[in-house]
């Protein structure tokens, strides 16, 4: 607390420089324990910069997922208003889901900047490693029913692909269900899950993983990430934060009613309709052309019979 008071006072001198003496007074400490404050921030990864006459300046934040951060300036209403932050964790899912299950409020988010059992759909792996991804579950309690949250899949999807492309300026593209791609290549994946009895939807987790500034050597071959196609690093903290506002803002489409302005922005945001494609359900495999996704958020398929199929969950490989 005392840290982001601290760090609050330098923030809003605008780069100028902030006296001990003033420091002081706000965080109610003596001079000395400001000073010894500093030295932890700096050992975040803070740059403060001190100087005998002027004060304190704040020259850099480190680009780690700390809450504090996530929380500056984010525009949303509700989610990421409360973020909770891990260096290291098994999944951010599987915590989302606990804190979920012991009631924790709607719109808690969940980060970690390394996950040693990061989940894909389907008890599929998620690389998770340590330098440069973000990777996030945010926890929703939608008056929803329980067969309408492939619609949340939707919503999230396209809130990642803008977000990609609104902080890099590279054409992410969305790949149904739940695939986010840059020149053919995976960057983001997301794994929805939700507690219901019956119809009775109790919480939603929605879990995102990005590639952001991760090297190319640490992910699978199908795998890339935003700084290796755009050949710098990003800030996460950034994308994180226009993903939240992002995501908010679908959320509210999905929930008030308006998802056929989400199914449009999604058909704007793929390149895969009119495509033919291959999909694997659990029990067959079949092929036939991407045609619509339907007003549910399922996507239909013409087969070569001319049969139209409707796809609730599977696996899309592009063939062309
Ligand atoms: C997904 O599954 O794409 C969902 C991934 C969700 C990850 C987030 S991270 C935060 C939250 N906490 C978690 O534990 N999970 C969520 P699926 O469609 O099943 O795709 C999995 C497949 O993607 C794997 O079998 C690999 O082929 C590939 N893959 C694994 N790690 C990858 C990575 N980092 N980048 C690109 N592709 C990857």
Same mark, same amino acid.
């Given at each position: 607390m005392i840290d982001e008071e601290i760090l609050l006072v330098l923030k809003s001198s605008n780069d100028g420089y902030v006296s001990g003496e003033e420091l002081s007074k706000t965080a109610g400490l003596s001079r000395a324990a400001i000073w010894k404050r500093v030295e932890s921030l700096r050992n975040e990864g803070y740059d403060i910069e001190a100087s005998p006459h002027l004060g304190y300046r704040l020259l850099g934040v480190p680009d780690s997922l700390i809450p504090?951060?996530?929380?500056?300036?984010?525009?949303?209403?509700?989610?990421?208003?409360?973020?909770?932050?891990y260096k290291k964790i098994d999944s951010t899912n599987t915590a989302a889901y606990d804190m979920a299950k012991k009631g924790i409020k709607e719109g808690v988010v969940v980060v970690a900047d390394e996950q040693t059992k990061g989940r894909g759909r389907l008890g599929r792996t998620w690389a998770s490693p340590a330098r440069g991804g973000v990777y996030? !579950?945010? =926890? @929703?309690?939608?008056?929803?029913?329980?067969?309408?949250v492939p619609k949340l899949t939707l919503a999230a999807s396209i809130s990642v692909a803008k977000t990609i492309r609104e902080v890099s300026g590279l054409t992410a593209v969305i790949k149904w269900p739940n695939d986010v791609?840059?020149?053919?290549?995976?960057? !983001?994946? =997301? @794994?929805?899950?939700?507690?219901?009895?019956q119809d009775r939807l109790d919480f939603v987790i929605i879990g995102i993983g990005i590639n952001v500034n991760t090297p190319l050597k640490l992910l699978p071959k199908i795998g890339t990430s935003i700084a290796g196609e755009l050949g710098e690093e990003i800030s996460r903290i950034k994308l994180t934060q226009v993903l939240l506002e992002n995501l908010e803002a679908n959320y509210r489409l999905v929930t008030n009613g308006d998802f056929s302005k989400v199914i449009d922005e999604w058909k704007d945001l793929t390149d895969m309709l009119g495509s033919r494609i291959r999909i694997t359900l659990p029990n067959r495999e079949f092929e036939g052309q991407a045609i619509d996704v339907d007003s549910d958020g399922t996507l239909l398929v013409r087969l070569d019979n001319g049969f139209i199929e409707k796809i609730f969950s599977g696996d899309v490989r592009l063939l062309r």
């Amino acid at each position: 607390m005392i840290d982001e008071e601290i760090l609050l006072v330098l923030k809003s001198s605008n780069d100028g420089y902030v006296s001990g003496e003033e420091l002081s007074k706000t965080a109610g400490l003596s001079r000395a324990a400001i000073w010894k404050r500093v030295e932890s921030l700096r050992n975040e990864g803070y740059d403060i910069e001190a100087s005998p006459h002027l004060g304190y300046r704040l020259l850099g934040v480190p680009d780690s997922l700390i809450p504090s951060e996530i929380k500056w300036s984010l525009k949303t209403r509700t989610l990421g208003r409360e973020v909770i932050s891990y260096k290291k964790i098994d999944s951010t899912n599987t915590a989302a889901y606990d804190m979920a299950k012991k009631g924790i409020k709607e719109g808690v988010v969940v980060v970690a900047d390394e996950q040693t059992k990061g989940r894909g759909r389907l008890g599929r792996t998620w690389a998770s490693p340590a330098r440069g991804g973000v990777y996030l !579950s945010c =926890i @929703l309690r939608p008056a929803m029913s329980p067969g309408e949250v492939p619609k949340l899949t939707l919503a999230a999807s396209i809130s990642v692909a803008k977000t990609i492309r609104e902080v890099s300026g590279l054409t992410a593209v969305i790949k149904w269900p739940n695939d986010v791609l840059i020149n053919s290549k995976k960057v !983001s994946g =997301i @794994l929805l899950e939700m507690k219901a009895e019956q119809d009775r939807l109790d919480f939603v987790i929605i879990g995102i993983g990005i590639n952001v500034n991760t090297p190319l050597k640490l992910l699978p071959k199908i795998g890339t990430s935003i700084a290796g196609e755009l050949g710098e690093e990003i800030s996460r903290i950034k994308l994180t934060q226009v993903l939240l506002e992002n995501l908010e803002a679908n959320y509210r489409l999905v929930t008030n009613g308006d998802f056929s302005k989400v199914i449009d922005e999604w058909k704007d945001l793929t390149d895969m309709l009119g495509s033919r494609i291959r999909i694997t359900l659990p029990n067959r495999e079949f092929e036939g052309q991407a045609i619509d996704v339907d007003s549910d958020g399922t996507l239909l398929v013409r087969l070569d019979n001319g049969f139209i199929e409707k796809i609730f969950s599977g696996d899309v490989r592009l063939l062309r």
